[in-house]
């Protein structure tokens, strides 16, 4: 049995400039990390000619491309898989929806999957840009190239997307003192909603081609908030960065009306009451996980989310990207 695993991801700054309406124009750039929450695909093979998928609904087929699931239809197909002979099971830490990154993740451990069922090795790199292949390219999916890179490379990392489709990453020179802080003080609360990302990316997307000018200064604005967040974590001013993730929400939320509503709004308010020194909702938007900074003030802040009903969700950070765990 082949067991491959991907780490989900939190943006740090400078989302939604990795969609190619915009960074094919102006270049994009990102600050995200890849945690210690996975999505997992196993694979093996069986003695009847056909595949048989589990995720959220279970397969039974005798083709590649009679199956539903689009990114292991496209997967396959990628890899020349069509004969059967296999079982294909996913899971994950944390449901699909939430905000991090859970697609580009899936898409990633597929294919290092498949690529040790048939005995390829390849980079981690390249495993991205075939998942970037299949969801944007091939599907046609309102998407952008973060989560697949961060979900394969891991680490905290910087992300450059140049204007001919290049990926450039480098790791934050973060000192480790640094890294354990903004670990120990960064939470997560679950806000209970769960959604897709397509609909409001598609409305990002829809508005960069046609050279909207309040989504374009707002993208442009985002991207420097990328620049001044590097700056400040590889400079250890991590209330600097907290301030500047407040200043990022503020304009995210101004991006499209899908990307809040009252009571994340609520809970915001509530966190910044409560010790927050900065914070935003992680993804595209309109549910999900929110993200708050907090250092003396944790306790208090854990305290009155939970009491607001908000499950928290502790992680560490993830530096191997993604890897097989069994084979």
């Known amino acids: 049995m082949i067991i491959a695993r991907s780490p989900l991801r939190i943006s740090l700054g400078g989302g939604g400039t990795d969609l190619p309406s915009y960074y094919e124009r102006f270049g994009g750039f990102l600050i995200t990390a890849a945690i210690d929450k996975y999505v997992y695909i196993?694979?093996?093979?069986?003695?009847?000619?056909?595949?048989?998928?589990?995720?959220?609904?279970?397969?039974?087929?005798?083709?590649?491309?009679?199956?539903?699931?689009?990114?292991i239809r496209e997967a396959l197909k990628m890899m020349g898989i069509d004969g059967g002979f296999l079982e294909l099971t996913s899971m994950a830490d944390i449901p699909a929806g939430t905000g991090l990154g859970s697609s580009g993740s899936f898409t990633t451990a597929l294919l290092k999957a498949l690529h040790a069922h048939?005995?390829?090795?390849?980079?981690?790199?390249?495993?991205?840009?075939?998942?970037?292949?299949?969801?944007?390219?091939?599907?046609?999916?309102p998407v952008g190239k973060q989560d697949q890179y961060i979900a394969a490379l891991g680490g905290i990392t910087c992300f450059n997307f140049h204007k001919d489709g290049r990926v450039e990453a480098a790791p934050v020179k973060i000192s480790e003192e640094s890294r354990y802080n903004l670990e120990d003080n960064l939470l997560l609360f679950f806000t209970g909603y769960s959604r897709s990302a397509g609909s409001i990316l598609k409305d990002q997307n829809e508005k960069s081609k046609q050279d909207d000018k309040a989504m374009l200064e707002n993208l442009h604005f985002t991207k420097e908030l990328g620049y001044a967040s590097q700056k400040a974590i590889e400079a250890g001013n991590l209330r600097d960065f907290a301030r500047l993730m407040d200043e990022h929400w503020q304009r995210k939320r101004s991006r499209s009306s899908g990307m809040s509503n009252p009571k994340i709004n609520e809970w915001y308010d509530m966190a910044v009451a409560n010790g927050a020194l900065g914070g935003k909702l992680i993804g595209a938007g309109g549910?999900?996980?929110?993200?708050?900074?907090?250092?003396?003030?944790?306790?208090?802040l854990r305290h009155a989310m939970r009491q607001a009903g908000l499950k928290e969700v502790r992680f560490r950070f993830d530096f191997e990207g993604t890897k097989l765990v069994g084979s």
């Open 42 to 71: 196993t694979l093996h093979e069986i003695f009847v000619p056909e595949f048989i998928i589990k995720y959220s609904k279970l397969e039974r087929v005798p083709r590649a491309d009679q199956i539903e699931h689009p990114i």
């Open 287 to 300: 549910g999900g996980f929110l993200m708050f900074y907090a250092e003396e003030g944790k306790a208090r």
């Open 118 to 141: 048939k005995k390829d090795l390849v980079p981690n790199a390249e495993l991205a840009a075939q998942a970037c292949e299949i969801e944007i390219n091939r599907l046609n999916e």
